[in-house]
């Protein structure tokens, strides 16, 4: 049996298909990478190098006299500046900015008399004819060749931090009524500009699809206000999931309408006629009929909210608060990295572990992705 021979533009295509793979799943398993290993091979190579050995630049500080012990007419200290974390010392040095200026091995002349023994093992030995005095040790600045180490204490950072578990159910709190209140909305608005004659029809379509380009930023503190107004006219907490929902609705719907609209006027209009003809009323076409055949537009916009709504920040700590019962999980993960960029090393697994829920929901819902984003590109009602 003979096999038909790809054409270029199909190798092409397959290339250019391939390319855009690797370039969206890089990042991912960089991150995923980084995220397991040591903090500081993570400073002193990339993540592709996580596989081979790294060399770095490292400060440890001696014990101090406490430690000393007589050896004959020498007081000693001993220790080892890898401390135990295995490697090679390529080069030892007192000062930073001459971490390599003895090798491994030698023996360096210190002040007072006192002289450094650093061997490649990590193992040291500080001498002196006198008592070594003072609280402080000898700094020893080193440079060493360590193996690959990975580790779990990113994770177990993150995992273990107070309130990581409440800011977890927070986020679902928020993300799942948040995508699904939009999406019922959006699917009886889409129906009635679809397939519902009435004025002004074409008018609300344009207004729709131009509150696509208002920016956030620009209507978050009017709708802020007009919340807290009718909160206080009502006696309704200001800062409740339901004014984050109706937010996350208000922001959610223009597209939500445009992408449903536009897949529903796409569907046949003989089975609406037929429908109407055996005397089915709009409600039951779009319960029975519409709804079924809507699943792959519904289930693509799904994505894009639970997306949005799961990331969001700014929006939840307008409308939610900052608390330590109302933050959500991306407010949390900030706040164990403090101010000042501390204990930035939980960086990548705080990223990979906030992924982890969109990408289930992603490759749930991924087949009606494409689907539901091309309909009606070709055909409209």
Do not use: C
């Not at 295509?13 to 391939?18: F, G, I, T, Y």
């Not at 003072?134 to 080193?142: D, P, T």
């Not at 799942?176 to 679809?194: H, K, Q």
Request: net charge positive; proline share 5%; charged share 15%.
């Amino acid at each position: 049996m003979r096999t038909k021979a790809l054409s270029p533009l199909n190798i092409a295509v397959h290339l250019s298909v391939l390319l855009l793979v690797i370039l969206w799943t890089l990042p991912t398993l960089g991150i995923l990478v980084t995220s397991l290993r040591d903090k500081n091979q993570i400073v002193a190579s990339g993540w592709w190098t996580a596989l081979s050995s790294s060399s770095q630049n490292s400060m440890y500080r001696a014990p101090g006299a406490d430690a000393q012990k007589q050896d004959g007419n020498l007081f000693v200290i001993t220790g080892n500046i890898l401390e135990g974390g295995g490697g090679k010392v390529t080069g030892f040095g007192t000062s930073s900015l001459k971490p390599e200026e003895y090798k491994a091995g030698a023996t360096a002349d210190l002040k007072d008399g006192e002289k450094l023994t650093v061997e490649e093992n990590g193992d040291f030995r500080l001498t002196s004819e006198t008592k070594f005095e003072g609280g402080r040790g000898q700094r020893i600045f080193f440079t060493a060749t360590t193996p690959p180490k990975f580790t779990l204490d990113n994770y177990r950072t993150v995992l273990s931090a107070e309130g990581i578990g409440r800011s977890f159910l927070n986020s679902l709190t928020v993300s799942i009524p948040a995508t699904i209140i939009p999406i019922l909305v959006a699917a009886f608005a889409a129906y009635a500009l679809a397939w519902m004659p009435f004025p002004g029809r074409s008018l609300l379509l344009a207004v729709i699809v131009g509150l696509l380009v208002v920016p956030l930023q620009m209507s978050l503190i009017p709708l802020l206000r007009m919340y807290n107004d009718i909160g206080l006219f009502f006696g309704v907490p200001s800062k409740t999931y339901l004014g984050i929902w109706l937010a996350h609705m208000g922001f959610g719907l223009p597209l939500a309408i445009y992408l449903l609209r536009n897949y529903i006027a796409g569907l046949p209009r003989e089975i609406m006629e037929s429908a109407r003809v055996d005397g089915a009323s709009d409600f039951k076409i779009f319960i029975k009929i519409v709804l079924p055949l809507s699943y792959p537009a519904l289930a693509s916009f799904s994505i894009f909210q639970f997306l949005w709504t799961w990331n969001d920040l700014l929006v939840a700590m307008v409308f939610l608060g900052t608390g330590n019962d109302e933050l959500v999980l991306t407010g949390r993960l900030v706040n164990l990295l403090g101010s000042r960029g501390g204990n930035w090393e939980i960086l990548t697994a705080s990223a990979f572990i906030t992924i982890i829920v969109p990408v289930l929901v992603f490759f749930v819902l991924q087949r009606y992705l494409v689907r539901g984003l091309l309909a009606g590109s070709v055909k409209g009602g």
